[in-house]
Structures are given as C-alpha cells and as structure tokens.
Nanobody, 133 residues
Framework: QVQLVESGGGLVQPGGSLRLSCAAS????????IGWFRQAPGKEREGVSC?????????????YYADSVKGRFTISRDNAKNTVYLQMNSLKPEDTGVYYC?????????????????????WGKGTLVTVSS
C-alpha cells in the first residue's frame, strides 16, 4: 500500500524548534519530489517547502521555500530511511497549522510547488503544529 505518514508535530513555544518527518511506504521516495504544505484554521492551504527528487549518482536535490519560512525551515531527505524531513526553527505563532507532506510525480518546475493552486499527486494525513506560549 502506497502511503505517506507525517509525524513530529506538537505544541512548542515561540522561538522553539520541531522536526517533522514524512515517511513513505510502498514506494521509494528518492524517485519523487516531495512538498510540505500547511493549513491554518480558517485559512487557505499554502506551500511551505519542496525538495526535488535526488540524482541517483550524485545525490543532489533542489530545495524551495516560501518567503515566510526562508532562513528558519530546512527540508532534507534521507533516502536510506525513505523519509523527508522539515526542520523548523525560530517558530512563530503564525506557523501554527496542520502540516502535510505530499507526493509530486513528474518534473518539479522550480518553485511551482509553492503556487497557491498547485496540486500534488498524493497526500499524507497531516500532523498538527501549535506554536503558543
């Protein structure tokens, strides 16, 4: 069964850190681009960060970030663990929301995955991040 499962969410104080994980089962993640998206209560879904599929010979992957998280969030992938991570530092209350990882089949065209109307090809069920004192 093909699945994406997010974990690592929770309650954190402003300025704190969390690391989200997106684990794949039923397929190999390194062949695909992966995106992280979030949805805050009462707001539209937004793209947070994306990582391209890795080059099998040199392990190079392009990464893209929304302006609101640049310098604070880092996306990475561990192909041996079939997992993509989102390290989130200096968290702010406005980072609160449900975070979803998503599968992107085919070519990732630059930061197009961050466009408001971008539709990935598959979704995890999400993990809740709450930033509050």
């Amino acid at each position: 069964q093909v699945q994406l499962v997010e974990s690592g969410g929770g309650l954190v104080q402003p300025g704190g850190s969390l690391r989200l994980s997106c684990a794949a089962s039923g397929f190999s993640l390194d062949d695909y681009a992966i995106g992280w998206f979030r949805q805050a209560p009462g707001k539209e879904r937004e793209g947070v960060s994306c990582i391209s599929s890795s080059d099998g010979s040199t392990y190079y992957a392009s990464t893209y970030y929304a302006d609101s998280v640049k310098g604070r969030f880092t996306i990475s992938r561990d192909n041996a663990k079939n997992t993509v991570y989102l390290q989130m530092n200096s968290l702010k209350p406005e980072d609160t929301g449900v975070y979803y990882c998503a599968l992107i089949i085919g070519t990732l065209y630059g930061s197009s995955c961050l466009d408001p109307d971008y539709e990935p090809d598959g979704w995890g069920k999400g993990t809740l991040v709450t930033v509050s004192s």
